[in-house]
């Protein structure tokens, strides 16, 4: 009987010291995912403090195609408008400017982009089409197009914050930056340049969404036709407005800068044409 008590009591000094881990808590192996709660039917209102869903790509009657540019607060068009966007305008509307429309140096196909139009014509297509689209459903109250502001262009073209409150102020402002990226001469399908860049095929203008679309999913932010802005080049003299992007005729490295603001005074040229953005997010 001795000898069982101190073999019991031996083998109790031996585990003396020795840890033994702890049992893990009985958990599930993957963390757990919150819920989504359901977003509000339409008419119901939303959860305070809540974001609203960002605008999803939209596609118009004329089959113009919007997607949204974060940064701002409008979707643009992924290609500027086109002769046959134009064209339903100008068959809807009598005394429209038919210089949209002149085979003078080249001629056109229904998928190039308009041409020979000037702020004030681009603006009122801008305001037809607003109209007609609120009057078929397709856009809500509250919404509409028009043409971009300077500032959202270069939101949509890439640019990083530039400095200056005005137009003019951010012109050329920041250097090296393309619509394609740093590099120069622009390399091989970089979008529709001068002819002596030899970077695509196109002499004049060509068809929308000929070049791969930037990251942001637009084509053409650079090249094709100059397009215009909603914005006066300075502000308080409202004497130039500010066109965008370039066109098939520009060679100068300057000029093909994704700052580069030309300044015009409303008029009418074939190397000037425009895109629309809808404000107020997707259509309805």
């Known amino acids: 009987m001795r000898q069982t008590i101190l073999l019991i009591a031996a083998l109790a000094l031996v585990g003396c010291g020795k840890k033994t881990p702890p049992a893990e808590p009985v958990t599930n192996a993957e963390p757990k995912v919150a819920a989504e709660k359901p977003e509000p039917a339409k008419g119901e209102p939303k959860a305070a403090g809540k974001k609203p869903t960002p605008p999803k790509a939209f596609t118009n009657t004329l089959g113009m195609k919007f997607v949204p ?18 064209a339903a305008y100008a068959a809807a509307n009598a005394g429209v400017d038919s210089g949209w429309k002149s085979p003078v140096l080249f001629t056109q196909a229904d998928t190039h982009p308009v041409k020979s139009v000037n702020g004030e014509d681009a603006q009122a297509f801008c305001a037809w089409l607003t109209k007609k689209e609120l009057a078929e459903g397709e856009i809500k109250v509250g919404q509409k197009y028009r043409l971009p502001t300077d500032a959202e262009w270069s939101v949509a073209v890439g640019l990083g914050k530039e400095k200056g409150n005005t137009p003019e102020e951010k012109q050329s402002g920041i250097k090296d930056v393309y619509p394609w990226g740093k590099e120069w001469p622009p390399p091989k399908k970089a979008g529709n340049y001068h002819e002596s860049l030899k970077v ?30 909603e914005d006066w080049n300075d502000p308080a003299a409202k004497e130039d407005r500010v066109l965008r992007g370039a066109s098939f005729g520009n060679i100068n490295p300057d000029r093909l800068l994704s700052s580069y603001r030309l300044k015009v005074f409303l008029g009418r040229n074939y190397f000037i044409g425009f895109r629309c953005v809808l404000v107020g997010g997707s259509g309805g």
């Open 69 to 86: 540019v974060p940064g701002t607060e409008v979707s643009f068009c992924i290609w500027e408008t086109r002769v046959k966007d134009y």
């Open 200 to 229: 695509d095929k196109f002499r004049y203008t060509s068809p929308v969404g000929s070049f791969a679309a930037n990251k942001l999913g637009l084509h053409d932010m650079g090249g094709n036709v100059w397009e215009w802005s």
